[in-house]
Every structure is written in C-alpha cells, then in structure tokens.
C-alpha cells in the first residue's frame, strides 16, 4: 500500500495502529508513530492519539503511552480509559461508589447489577475500617432502592456486617419511597 503512492489519513492510520495493538505489534505501531510525528500532520486528530495511548498501554509501554496522552490536545473518555487500564490502576471503594451512584441516579438496574459484580469480584465485603468499604454497600443499598429492587437492597442490608447511620437511612428511605412504609417503620 505504501508503494502505491496512495496517501494515508488518520483515520487509516488509527485503524493500522489499533490493528498493531491488538497483536501486540509494537515494533510496527513505533514505525507509524514516527511517520505521524515526521508527517506532523495528524497530531491533533483524537481518534488517532487514542489509538497510539492504546497500543502503547496494551504492549506494556505506560511511559511512552502516557507521553502521547499527556501531549493530546484534547482528550475524551476512550483516552481516559487506554491510558487507565495501561497503567493498571485498581477500583477503590469510592470509584465503585460514585459507579453505583450514578446508576442509582439513572435508575440503571442493568448497569448497577454489573457494577455489583465487580464490587464482588474486587472483593468488597462492605466492613469497616481504615479502607472502609460500608460506602460501597451503602451505595449498593441506595442504587438497588432506587432501582424499585427492594429484595436486592434489603439482601445486601442484611449482609452487611457492619452498618452506619446511612446504611440506616438508605434502607429506610428507600422503603418509604418504594411504598414500603411498614417496613421502614419496623426496621426503624
């Protein structure tokens, strides 16, 4: 192709780099990055500085990955992620959260189901502490209530081991709010 005379654009080339990433090619995805750099044509195209931070984080080059996304222009939540999950930064139990808060927000039971399972998989057990992770069940409390989930929401109350005073108010206003106003009397 390059014999041919025919010239290359960035939306070529973002496919030609992702295509390096995906197979680990990183001697190659290098040689187009140069001819980027030597073209400087493309630098500030997104797709394409997605595609270099991509290449970079999945053959293991962080350094490199984080030069070209701190250098973008202007970057969105693809950037964020490439660069993220190259530098393999763990979920706390704030990430997981404000995740299940805006799926609460969004009434999202779908999404707040997933984001359960991760918190599973991470292996939050909602206990308190220096690393306290009552946040996240109390998130998972006011996500499942506002979800019109009050089995799931009532499961993890009870599977708290330990509780705060918004565990308290998360089940008892998410009864009230779902109909459910016997019961948050009773368990007041």
Not at 26 to 43: C, D, P, T, W, Y
Not at 45 to 72: H, P, Q, T, W
Not at 76 to 105: D, K
Request: glycine share 6%; aromatic share 10%.
């Amino acid at each position: 192709m390059m014999n041919s005379g025919l010239e290359l654009d960035e939306v070529m080339l973002a496919s030609i780099v992702s295509a390096c990433a995906n197979l680990c090619a990183l001697k190659e995805g290098l040689q187009i990055h140069a001819r980027v750099i030597k073209n400087n044509k493309f630098s500030d195209d997104i797709v394409l500085g997605n595609a270099l931070v991509d290449i970079y984080s999945k053959c293991s080059s962080v350094s490199e990955a984080r030069r070209v996304f701190d250098r973008m222009p202007v970057r969105n939540v693809v950037s964020e992620t490439s660069m993220v999950s190259g530098e393999s930064i763990w979920p706390t139990h704030y990430t997981f959260g404000n995740l299940l808060s805006a799926c609460a927000n969004l009434a999202s039971f779908q999404l707040g189901r997933q984001a359960h399972t991760h918190v599973l998989k991470q292996g939050f057990w909602f206990q308190s502490g220096a690393n306290s992770n009552v946040f996240v069940g109390n998130s998972l409390i006011d996500m499942y209530m506002k979800c019109s989930s009050i089995e799931d929401g009532s499961r993890v109350f009870k599977n708290m081991m330990e509780r705060d005073c918004v565990s308290w108010n998360a089940i008892i206003v998410g009864f009230v709010q779902n109909g459910y106003g016997e019961e948050a009397l009773e368990i007041f």
